[in-house]
């Protein structure tokens, strides 16, 4: 049986009609003209052929990529239509029906939907929110299996924030190592840290069975650009090429090229330097709305993105109180049902604060009155 990609399928229905979205899950976006900047950079653009590009990126790009990872070179490097594509090749590249996999959860459930999809038996390890959503390490041991061929985690995580550290990330890949399994490592998020000035670190190269996805749509706030990456074992990156022909041919010739000027230095810094602004100051306003609205909400301080996974004080399913938001309040927020925890909704905040403060006192009203009725 098909399982629908919950969450999307909860934001195309909506997101064009509601007067605020904070239900996407980047920041600002940037507009093209802060990338094409100069006249040079504008009339290459304007000159370039929309024939076909390079089905796998251009070189350049694959290059740029291949940069930002540890000993990767461009034959690592698959350039896709946003992470997404990236995160379904890397499983059909590796999955077939009956196979077992185990997927982190809270997470972005595209890794689980698509597993369950093709047939795969799928097991969980979780993030606990009774220890500050930090991972069970325990559990993912329990849930590992001699058969396991596949671990997906998602880091750092949508939608709670957590970013591993050294020695979670560590132990996940032991657990791997252990039955031979890969490990498929979401790094979209990396670059919107919040706590810490440097990136969070690549799980490429600890482990010759490890792949990971990444893209332009988070941390450097181009996520309309469709511009993503699969980073892989070269025999690995073929393998997904193939899947690749099936599902896009390819990305962009524009978008491509927009994408290698994201990345070039300075740019690609000063991007990342813009999103974090908008991080640590959304987060700002969204821990003081929910400190000021005690009785209503809480929340977990997120190590980085642009998302709070805010826990309500009301007995209603998610989906009850995202639609009641939604038609009552005009505010589109991501119910904790489609990441699989009840209680919850994510919202997202990186956002210019005149647009999220309105947002956010509307959810506090809205909300006060169903806990009054
Ligand atoms: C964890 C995670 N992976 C992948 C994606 C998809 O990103 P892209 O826009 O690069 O396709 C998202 C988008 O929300 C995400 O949260």
């Given amino acids: 049986m098909f399982t629908p990609f919950a969450l999307e399928e909860w934001q195309s229905r909506y997101e064009q009609e509601v007067e605020f979205n904070l239900a996407d899950s980047g920041v600002h976006p940037v507009r093209l003209k802060e990338l094409v900047d100069d006249p040079d950079k504008l009339e290459r653009l304007l000159a370039t052929p929309l024939h076909y590009p390079p089905v796998g990126g251009s070189d350049g790009l694959r290059r740029r990529i291949a940069d930002l990872y540890p000993a990767a070179g461009a034959e690592n490097v698959l350039v896709t ?36 999809n093709l047939g795969a038996r799928v097991d ?30 998602n880091n750092p995580n949508n939608p709670v924030g957590t970013i591993f550290d050294a020695a979670e ?20 998020y990396r670059g919107t840290e919040r706590v810490r000035q440097d990136e969070t670190e690549t799980a490429w190269g600890s482990y010759e069975r490890v792949l990971c996805t990444g893209s332009l749509s988070k941390a450097y706030g181009l996520p309309g650009l469709r511009v993503g990456w699969l980073v892989a074992p070269k025999e690995l990156v073929e393998t997904a090429w193939r899947h690749h022909e099936y599902f896009a041919i390819s990305t962009g010739v524009l978008a491509m090229q927009i994408a290698e000027l994201a990345l070039a230095e300075p740019t690609r810094q000063r991007l990342i330097d813009r999103t974090r602004g908008y991080i640590r100051q959304g987060w700002q306003h969204l821990s003081e709305w929910a400190d000021a609205n005690r009785e209503l909400v809480s929340v977990h301080p997120p190590d980085a993105t642009a998302l709070a996974f805010v826990r309500y004080r009301l007995d209603l399913p998610s989906e009850v109180v995202a639609d009641r938001l939604r038609t009552e309040a005009g505010v589109l927020v991501g119910p904790g049902s489609t990441f699989g925890v009840e209680q919850h909704l994510r919202i997202t905040h990186g956002f210019e604060p005149e647009y999220l403060d309105v947002a956010l006192s509307r959810i506090s009203d809205t909300l006060r009155g169903m806990q009054r009725a």
């Fill in 169 to 188: 990330l560590q132990q996940v890949v032991e657990a791997c190592r252990r039955v031979g399994a890969w490990l498929l490592v979401d790094e979209v």
């Fill in 81 to 116: 239509v946003g992470a997404s594509e990236a995160n379904t090749l890397a499983i059909h590249a590796l999955i077939e029906p009956g196979d077992h996999a185990v997927v982190l959860e809270p997470g972005y459930r595209q890794a689980w939907g698509t597993l369950r």
């Fill in 124 to 153: 969980a390890f979780h993030l606990r929110e009774e220890n500050d959503w930090r991972p069970d390490m325990a559990e993912l041991a329990k849930t590992i299996r001699p058969d396991t061929r596949l671990c997906c985690i």
